[in-house]
């Protein structure tokens, strides 16, 4: 199957080792990846803090920049319900109706990666190696609004050498939420604290999750308190061979680049 | 740069508001401002932390054990949408029947014509005392202080109403209005606080209820006047609904000769049937019983039996502005279960009072701005992280969380002057809908490489907005190359 990337803007700016490391897994089972180059962002984060109308215009562009893909896949639970739940929405609350009717039907073939592996792709055991013991944070908008369920679990669980432990209250949010994350600092980092306290408590080496967000902002507050256990995000596990490890896999502090 | 300012709508004055001066629906400081505080509360935080996340397993408990679950909450929804679709008509119908069978019906507009109406009726009877049944509509206008300020004297007669009153607190939850007190705390309050009190009162729950119950049941006794909200009432009966756990309420809508019901609008269901979805939402929603203890119903007024005189004051306070919103007017469905504050993290950490308004947590972050005109309230839609909790437990299905998003527009769209926030919003949207400016956007963050020196994350002190972040976590320094300029390089565009 010839798969669009997208890598979408946080992980293409930030960490990019998280979109290589989606390629690399899609290619090693045997599919053809292709990274559109007009992309930067489904237009979530624009929506989500209010401005829906300046969002009209980046939807057009992830909409152009996609346009006559077979599939598309985001490592990225969040930016995936935002194309399934609100591009549409804000397209035609502008009157944008062509661009609503493509958004739809483009949201259609966009899929979250371990939703793509498990349903489209129908594997479960991608033939991944990685020696280490790894809890999961099941992020909010993987687990509420797409549903993803345990399929990251399914995933995980074939993977060689990896020990996977439980995370206490693991369906609690850990406090990211965009912009929140700024303009309610101090709450967002009560909530953090307390997703952190139940990660350390695992003793995990590794803290993992679809989203690549979520993920920097509790391994912004583990690095900060300099914890051992690291962020590493689900595609980069699933990349992770005997003979290849992800290119930027080491183990390095939570954040690092 | 020229920021594109989007064509404004056209000026709608609009439905009237919940007016200001008036009632609880507005707090004096932001949420992130009152939650810095309360933050810092350890005693707030165990509180709250032990007792939401007691409520929220007894709720999933029993919402588990129904195999209907689902369909029941889209009843319920349905039920809502449909009624609301027709508020004015069910109403009418509500007054018809209510006044057929020997009830008054007054049509309150805002809280100062609610809080006149029921100040004048109290009066009439010459009595000086008031007891009431526990009730959000009355918080929601200031009744107790408005009745106060007459020279009247209030008596809260439910537990947890009672404790925020005798410790001339604020609630702080829909159900619980004192969950933020532990039993400890209550002791306190009590023996500082009840005439005659046990000096040996220990903390232990049931001598703290028997010492709330020998305080009340004096004032039961002689009471000539009580004051109730409800829980619905059915249009075709002319039924009003008030269900309780503690019998206090069943004493008050009994025992006195007057009583005087203040219902928001949105409470009326068409018919008696629609209580069957209700009655089985509500309980297992927000205290997680199968049923509450109480249910009292009555229509109207029967001789020799209950109060002879009953008056029903129909509350709008901003409610037909908020039906007047199409994304928002979903908020008017909620059946005050509180379900979604004991799941909202915001919530449980922050606690209610760092809303302002008796309507904490998720639904209040919608309904309180919506009520009171969303610039009157304009930092309680961006209080959650939208993490959707809210949504999945609420018993008839209102998706809060887009209605928060829908919310933060109205107030970004409200604004006259541009913000600095919405120039670089407006500039950030302009860049990320042409590749060309991306791609150079995204080269100029790698000056954040030059801040970092070579260290794997950029410095903890920064300017604002980022300073927001960096104060207590790390942000990782920028690439020096992002994925898609790697990936043209290897295999050209």
């Known amino acids: 199957m010839k798969v669009a990337l997208f890598a979408t803007c946080l992980v293409d700016t930030l960490t990019p080792s998280v979109a290589r490391a989606t390629a690399t897994l899609l290619q090693r089972l045997g599919h053809e990846v292709v990274v559109p180059p007009g992309q930067s962002c489904c237009g979530q984060m624009h929506v989500n803090t209010g401005y829906r109308r300046e969002a009209v215009p980046i939807v057009a562009n992830h909409v152009r920049a996609f346009a006559g893909a077979e599939a598309i896949v985001a490592p990225s639970g969040s930016c995936v319900a935002s194309i399934h739940h609100q591009q549409a929405a804000v397209a035609r609350r502008a009157g944008e109706h062509r661009l609503a009717d493509e958004a739809e039907e483009l949201a259609g073939r966009t899929y979250e990666l371990s939703q793509f592996l498990v349903d489209v792709l129908g594997v479960t055991d991608v033939g991944a190696y990685y020696p280490h013991r790894v809890t999961y944070h099941p992020t909010c908008h993987s687990l509420r609004l797409l549903k993803v369920g345990d399929r990251p679990y399914q995933l995980l669980r074939a993977v060689r050498g990896l020990e996977l432990v439980e995370l206490p209250d693991a369906e609690q949010c850990c406090g990211f939420g965009g912009t929140f994350a700024v303009k309610n600092a101090d709450t967002s980092t009560a909530m953090l604290t307390d997703k952190m306290a139940n990660v350390l408590g695992t003793h995990a080496e590794v803290c993992t999750a679809g989203d690549a967000s979520c993920l920097m902002h509790i391994g912004g507050g583990l690095s900060r308190l300099r914890a051992g256990t690291r962020t590493v995000h689900l595609a980069e596990i699933l990349a992770s061979t005997e003979e290849a490890v992800t290119p930027d896999q080491h183990t390095a502090p939570a954040v690092s680049a | ?493």
Not at chain 2, 95 to 119: F, P, S
Not at chain 2, 337 to 350: D, I, Q
């Open chain 2, 1 to 493: 740069m020229t920021a594109t300012v989007p064509p404004k709508a056209p000026t709608f004055l609009g439905l009237p508001t919940a007016p200001r001066g008036v009632g609880h629906l507005r707090g004096d400081q932001s949420f992130p401002d009152a939650a810095r505080g309360a933050l810092r509360d350890g005693q707030l935080r165990a509180n709250l932390g032990h007792a939401t996340s007691t409520i929220r397993g007894k709720r999933a408990k029993v919402v588990d054990e129904l195999p209907d679950w689902a369909q029941l909450r889209e009843a319920g929804r349905a039920l809502k949408t449909a009624t609301m679709a027709r508020l004015d008509d069910h109403l009418e119908e509500l007054e018809r029947q209510v006044t057929a069978r020997g009830g008054v019906v007054h049509w309150a507009r805002d809280a100062n014509e609610a809080n006149e109406i029921v100040t004048r009726l109290v009066q009439a009877t010459g009595t000086s005392e008031v007891v009431k049944v526990k009730s959000m509509a009355t918080q929601e206008i200031g009744l107790n202080e408005a009745l106060e300020a007459a020279g009247l004297d209030v008596f809260e007669t439910d537990l947890a109403e009672l404790i925020v009153q005798l410790g001339e607190d604020k609630p702080s939850h829909i159900l619980v209005p004192a969950i933020h007190k532990n039993r400890a705390e209550i002791r306190e309050i009590f023996a500082r606080t009840i005439p005659g009190v046990d000096p040996d009162l220990t903390d232990d729950p049931r001598q703290l209820a028997m010492a709330a119950r020998t305080h009340l049941r004096e004032r039961f006794l002689r009471a000539r006047v009580a004051v109730s909200g409800a829980n619905f009432a059915v249009a075709e009966t002319g039924t009003l609904t008030v269900v309780e756990s503690e019998g206090n309420g069943r004493m008050c809508l009994t025992l006195p000769e007057t009583l005087i019901t203040v219902m928001g609008i949105e409470k009326v269901v068409p018919t008696w049937r629609d209580l069957e979805v209700f009655l089985q939402l509500l309980p297992r929603s927000s205290t997680g019983e199968r049923m509450n203890p109480y249910t009292s119903t009555w229509a109207g007024v029967t001789p020799g039996d209950g109060p002879q005189e009953f008056h029903l004051v129909l509350l709008d306070n901003g409610r037909t502005a908020v039906l007047a919103d199409e994304v928002g007017r979903e908020a008017l469905h909620c059946i005050r279960c509180s379900a979604c504050l004991n799941v909202c993290p915001v919530y449980e950490r922050a606690g209610g009072h760092s809303y302002g308004s008796v309507y904490p947590g998720p639904i209040g972050a919608v309904l309180s701005p919506m009520l009171t005109g969303v610039e009157d309230n304009a930092s309680l839609p961006f209080a959650s992280s939208l993490c959707g909790a809210c949504y999945d437990v609420c018993p008839v299905a209102i998706d809060i969380p887009s209605i928060l998003v829908h919310l933060r527009a109205e107030h970004v769209e409200a604004q006259e002057r541009p913000t600095a926030e919405a120039v670089a919003f407006r500039g950030l949207a302009k860049v990320m809908s042409h590749p060309r400016l991306w791609h150079l956007a995204q080269r100029a963050s790698r000056l954040g490489r030059l801040i970092a020196r070579g260290r794997p994350t950029l410095p903890n002190a920064l300017p604002p907005p980022v300073s927001g972040w960096t104060r207590s976590r790390d942000l990782p320094t920028p690439p020096k190359e992002t994925f898609v300029e790697s990936w043209v390089r290897e295999h050209g565009s």
